[in-house]
């Protein structure tokens, strides 16, 4: 059995998404769509993963050199610094970016913190063969100099792909979006839509303002709290929330989300 | 019923199902979390497989519910993540397995291989023609030489000394074999990948590739040197060469792809073509890793005599071509059920 309700609103978004946007068809015919990565996410990928490799594999050179001239030299370390500390370095510079996209499974060190992740064009993960020929194609996309073929390439495209990335089948796109997109804040949003009183969207508005309070300048979030507090704290309390310190708004925001457990638990008590 | 009343109906229902379905939810955060944990181990039995297929199927039907009862929410967003984390558990490659692996180089790659064939022959003519034509030009014009090899190639094969006489002074067998090998292997893969530009890169290649041969050849013909750059060659240029040509023959059906598509577009046809002929890319990168040994111990070594050349080099050649035939690992389908 597929979805139980037709999702049109999915289906409303999708006709009116910028081209940019990568449909997939889900297995059970409930469709979802992710943002295409565009050459300025990629380039900043692959910065980072680059100053990573050149420091990794600088790092093991001059690591090798320091060692090898403490314990000494002349023609005997000449092979043995070959295998040991040119080769490696050599190695780490070369294969940083096919090893780690098979190990990771299509997320490099520099795709995770630009918020990227490698798909198949059916949203799955890439399998290894795939990442491999992505690899080999850097030959090409890297000629003549700066990744010109590809980052053309990228531009190009109506869906911001590398030769590499043709070849393989394989399309970066943006990890969903942090608010609520990543699981823990579907764990947030979890922890909240338990029992509750309030309606979801207000209890998703306190869960948010709460996950941002520390991020917020405190005359800002302060503002928030009060509007919010207006609107939904009906209890009784001794003084007005203008006149609430900062961490009072705060534990009354968070017992706003408690309360109702609270309310759930003596339920079951009475029960 | 007013517009405000019907508002406050949908919001008690949207709390209501939200309520109930939280501990599922629940639960199915606990699974996704464990999930990588999961595809790095072990893997699913059957029963759990089927579960998780079940919970995958449960997860479209909440999340279609969400996208109607509380579009743009951050819960709706929040499943839609656990759904595509879940659709991307389930939609992936076969991990790769030895048997896998074996299924690749005894069956897989000879079939690819035995549909290039008439590339990889094509591919060979025209480097011999490009040898051949190398060889008549540096007969014929002599100083075109400089534009070939370099100075110091040109200055050593003048005062009757081939330039690969002295590598192992330089530089020690096994580091000689790593660098000849990795620059073999860029080489390979250069040819492979220029075949996008519709296949005449890798003509340029494989006709460059011939023409160097050639003059090479030319040149210390013309000064008595030849045997010796021969002999250099003969145990590991077989096998160099024939790889070559296959990946230049992979190119081409790269190219091929998008001239003639096999598919509605070029880029799918290109697509399918790489993922399947790139495969042969792994027989070349195993082939080439013999011959950089070879070429690093005992091509450079003087004291192995022409006779065991002749011998590894067509030895090793017909290891090749029965590697690359799928011969050479038919004994392991011993025990195997036949294939339906």
Known sequence: ?271 | MSAGAAASGAQRDAAAWVKARSATWSEWLAAARAAPARSAGAQLDVAAAQRYVEQYRALARDLATARQLLPGSRTTAALEALYLQAHAQIDRAPRWSPTALLTLLRDEIPAIVRALRPTILWIAALMIVSAAAGWWLISTYPNLISLIASSQMIDDVEHERLWTQDLLNVVPSSVLSVAILSNNIAVTLTVFCSGIFLGLGVCYFVALNGLMLGAAFAFTHQHGLAMGLLKFVLAHGPVELSVICIAGAAGIALGESLLRPTLPSRRESFERTARRVGRVLLACALLLVVCGCIEGFISPDPRVPMSVRVVIGLGYWCVMLLFLSGRLLAWTRRGEDPAP
């Open chain 1, 1 to 271: 059995m597929t979805a139980a309700i037709p999702n049109s609103a999915a289906e409303t978004a999708a006709s009116s998404a910028p081209a940019e946007q990568l449909r997939i068809a889900g297995l059970t015919g409930v469709d979802i769509e992710l943002a295409i990565a565009g050459p300025g996410s990629r380039s900043y990928a692959f910065l980072i993963d680059w100053q990573l490799r050149v420091l990794i594999a600088l790092g093991w050179l001059f690591a090798g050199l320091l060692l090898t001239g403490a314990l000494g030299s002349g023609p005997r370390w000449h092979g043995q610094f070959m295998y040991t500390v040119v080769v490696p370095a050599v190695c780490i510079y070369v294969f940083y970016h096919p090893v780690l996209e098979v190990l990771m499974r299509g997320r490099t060190p520099g795709m995770r913190r630009a918020g990227l992740r490698l798909v198949t064009r059916s949203g799955g993960t890439p399998g290894t063969g795939a990442l491999l020929i992505r690899n080999v194609f850097r030959l090409i996309d890297s000629a003549p100099a700066f990744y010109l073929i590809g980052l053309l390439c990228c531009f190009l495209t109506e869906q911001r792909v590398r030769i590499g990335d043709m070849a393989a089948g394989t399309l970066l796109v943006v990890d969903r979006p942090a608010p609520a997109g990543t699981l823990a804040g579907l764990d947030g949003a979890l922890g909240h839509a338990g029992p509750t009183a309030l309606a979801p969207e207000a209890a998703e508005l306190v869960q948010e303002l709460l996950e941002r309070w520390s991020a917020l300048q405190i005359e800002r979030r302060g503002a928030l709290a009060r509007a919010l507090l207006a609107r939904l704290d009906r209890r009784e309390s001794g003084q007005p929330p203008e006149t609430w310190s900062d961490a009072q708004l705060h534990a009354r925001l968070r017992e706003l989300l408690s309360a109702d457990h609270a309310d759930e638990r003596g339920a079951n008590e009475r029960g």
